[in-house]
């Protein structure tokens, strides 16, 4: 089993459309949680981090179920410029602090 | 934002050659940097995690003496590709830890290898 796992879509969808990507995880002990965006043969961008309670940044809003090792991300009004790859990355405590572990993306296509 | 460089961009080299790709924290000091790689339509697998003035932590699997790590200052980080072959052929990207679980990542370097 993977240790971050996502849906690869892709998902094409139509502008103004909401989007949601899900990621899950192996690693119970994980620390951090965050969502990057990588652009075609571009680095990742981080696109927000993910806290516990939920948190939204403009039209995302991440959420963490810990119980269930379950990370959402939701994208209202989608824009043409959304379209990228989305990473869901987590970070391990302990010995492993630091060294993020990458899904292997959601692809995103937004069109007119 | 925090900036990090990386070069070159892409390189193309002859089998059996070595390839230095470096990586620099422009306007932060950065004592911990890491190297990963991404092959087409994969995510992010991470090589190594580079220390400044110490030795680098090799993941499972990543050979040491192919990919050999040095971390001399707190701004640059090099990663040499020895004997490259061309399955090493990939997307190398370094990022650097400006505090507590917040990497910025370099633009990356294309190795091609013949």
């Known amino acids: 089993r993977k240790e971050v796992e996502q849906d690869p879509g892709p998902f094409n969808v139509p502008e103004g459309a909401t989007v949601a990507f899900n990621c899950t995880y192996s690693?119970?002990?994980?620390?951090?949680f965050f969502w990057y965006r990588q652009d075609c043969r571009k680095e990742p961008k981080l696109l927000m981090s993910v806290y516990s309670s939920g948190n939204e940044d403009g039209r995302f809003t991440a959420q963490l179920n810990r119980a269930s090792q379950y990370i959402s991300l939701l994208i209202r009004d989608s824009k043409l410029s959304d379209s990228a790859t989305y990473l869901c990355?987590?970070?391990?405590?302990?010995?492993?602090?630091?060294?993020?572990?990458f899904g292997q993306g959601t692809i995103l296509t937004v069109h007119p | 934002g925090a900036v990090v460089s990386q070069h070159p961009s892409r390189v193309i080299c002859k089998s059996g050659t070595s390839v230095k790709i470096e990586c620099r924290s422009l306007d932060f000091q950065a004592t911990t940097m890491f190297w990963y790689r991404q092959f087409p339509k994969q995510s992010l697998m991470l090589m190594a995690t580079s220390n400044e003035g110490s030795k680098a932590t090799y993941e499972q699997g990543v050979e040491k003496d192919k990919f050999l790590i040095n971390h001399a200052s707190l701004t640059l980080s090099t990663l040499t590709v020895t004997s490259a072959h061309p399955e090493d052929s990939s997307f190398y990207i370094c990022?650097?830890?400006?505090?507590?679980?917040?990497?910025?990542f370099g633009p990356g370097t294309r190795l091609l290898v013949l």
């Open positions: 990022s650097a830890e400006l505090e507590a679980e917040t990497q910025y």
């Open positions: 690693n119970s002990a994980s620390q951090s």
């Open positions: 990355v987590v970070s391990a405590g302990g010995t492993s602090y630091g060294k993020l572990t």
